[in-house]
């Protein structure tokens, strides 16, 4: 089997720009005692830089005849043969005991399933240099009345500071994707909040996004919170969604927590 062909399902486009692999290198600024898990490796392109600078690296990689591949090349290396989205990270933090950091170029077709996990596992990540669709980081660092704003802007940074690092060009990948791609880095934030508050203010965005052509009121009746009234928080209801703050959400998600725990 030939191990040159990426295969597409698994969204695979191989990085091979030393120069852009040295930027990327220099963003995440590894350190010997960092726990780094690395998202597809592929053949290890990123990996090669990574092994060299600390000492616990864990990859996971969903194809197996790369598994084959990063076996032979970096026989010392934690291989990790599998779905990111299925690994339980809390299992190599307990090994560790320390937080992990996350790096990769990641599948654009499941890159908010895997900032979803990363949510999921805040209290145990520190941070996240991630190589994603150009369009896919202008949506994460959208800002309140854009078009691009929506539930993935409003959700990655309620829990994590984002910032776009650079644009990457098709050149630089083998097979050529069709779009840009860009380097975030996600810095994800020390949490006062219960997971049963955080997992409100998801529902809260999603609902309020249910249907972005109507006013929030009218979301929020056809949702799980219909039966709620609103109006009370001093949120305007007749505005829609991609109008309001992310503080805005927080007033809205601790109404409906309190309305909850009144029963």
């Not at 010997?32 to 996971?60: N, W």
């Amino acid at each position: 089997m030939n191990h040159k062909f990426p295969i597409k399902r698994f969204g695979q486009n191989y990085l091979r720009d030393e120069n852009i692999i040295g930027k990327i290198i220099t963003e995440i600024s590894p350190k010997s005692d960092d726990l780094i898990i690395e998202i597809g490796p592929g053949e290890g392109a990123l990996t090669s830089k990574l092994i060299e600078k600390t000492d616990a690296l864990t990859a996971v990689e969903i194809d197996k005849r790369n598994v084959e591949v990063l076996k032979v090349k970096f026989p010392k290396l934690e291989l990790v043969s599998g779905d990111f989205l299925e690994i339980d990270l809390n299992a190599i933090f307990n090994k560790y005991d320390k937080k992990l950091r996350i790096v990769g170029n990641i599948p654009y077709n499941i890159t908010s399933p895997i900032i979803f996990k990363m949510i999921e596992n805040k209290e145990i990540i520190h941070d996240s240099v991630l190589m994603v669709q150009h369009e896919v980081a202008q949506r994460i660092i959208a800002k309140s009345g854009g078009k691009e704003y929506g539930i993935l802007s409003v959700i990655t940074q309620n829990f994590a500071e984002v910032k776009l690092c650079f644009k990457v060009s098709p050149n630089v990948f083998q097979p050529r994707p069709k779009v840009y791609s860009a380097i975030i880095h996600m810095y994800f934030k020390e949490n006062s909040h219960n997971r049963k508050d955080d997992e409100m203010f998801i529902k809260i965005v999603k609902a309020a996004f249910g249907n972005r052509r109507k006013m929030l009121y009218n979301s929020f009746k056809n949702s799980i919170f219909g039966h709620l009234n609103f109006n009370i928080t001093g949120i305007d209801l007749s505005l829609r969604a991609e109008k309001l703050s992310i503080e805005d959400f927080r007033i809205l998600s601790r109404f409906a927590s309190e309305q909850v725990d009144k029963g």
